[in-house]
């Protein structure tokens, strides 16, 4: 099976812009989780979509928001960007009954 | 509130060497305990889960409730070890957020 995959692998925003990161799970998994990563506080749970409804949601101001389609393919959606923003985003799919989750290799955005 | 600790963040040994990487949690109900592994220009992937209580790649790892602790260990570190590892817990029940860890860099001498 193909894994996670995830679009684009870089990006550079400046303050202000917003961004839509895309992540396609393995096929035949249901839930995508997005976390966060940054040398500061290392990976933090954004989000994790299941059957297109959220289902469970972290810590992250409303300036991150996601959703998932049919296909179960997501996407997340981060709006005025700080520079704090600036941090590997990576997505991890799953079957959804708190089965194992395999990861994507990330989207690595800049917010000048 | 769900926690993970691992108090080193960098930790040396030589191959052949026996390994332990420390992991303590907090939560208050039965939680899922995981060890991920990222090794260098590759993605986070699962290296073992308490659950199934298998050996991988001469890795294994006890859960302590008591000492609320899920330390790896591997009494003979090759060099192909050297890599990123997280320790990494879900709530259970429906919450399958993954929290993590800060991570512990791993480095096998020869």
């Known amino acids: 099976k193909a894994g996670v995959t995830q679009t684009p692998r870089y990006l550079i925003k400046t303050r202000g812009q917003q961004v839509t990161l895309s992540c396609s799970p393995i096929s035949g998994h249901r839930s995508v989780s997005w976390y966060q990563q940054t040398p500061g506080q290392g990976l933090q749970f954004l989000f994790e979509?299941?059957?297109?409804?959220?289902?469970n949601k972290g810590n992250f101001p409303g300036r991150f928001s996601g959703r998932q389609f049919s296909n179960s393919r997501s996407e997340m959606n981060v709006s005025t960007l700080e520079l704090g923003d600036s941090a590997l985003y990576l997505c991890a799919s799953s079957s959804g009954g708190g089965e194992t989750q395999y990861f994507g290799p990330g989207t690595r955005l800049l917010v000048l | 509130a769900q926690r993970v600790t691992q108090p080193e963040k960098l930790l040396s040994v030589f191959k052949g060497a026996p390994v332990e990487l420390k992991c303590n949690y907090s939560y208050s109900g039965s939680p899922e305990l995981f060890w991920y592994v990222q090794y260098s220009r590759q993605r986070l992937q699962l290296l073992l889960r308490?659950?199934s209580r298998e050996s991988i790649k001469g890795f294994t790892a006890d859960l302590n409730k008591g000492e609320t602790s899920f330390h790896l260990k591997k009494p003979f570190a090759q060099e192909e070890d050297s890599a990123m590892y997280y320790c990494?817990?879900?709530?259970?029940?429906?919450?399958?957020?993954?929290?993590f860890g800060k991570g512990t860099l791993l480095t096998v001498n020869p």
């Open positions: 990494a817990l879900t709530g259970g029940g429906s919450n399958y957020k993954l929290t």
């Open positions: 308490h659950i």
């Open positions: 979509y299941f059957s297109e409804t959220q289902r």
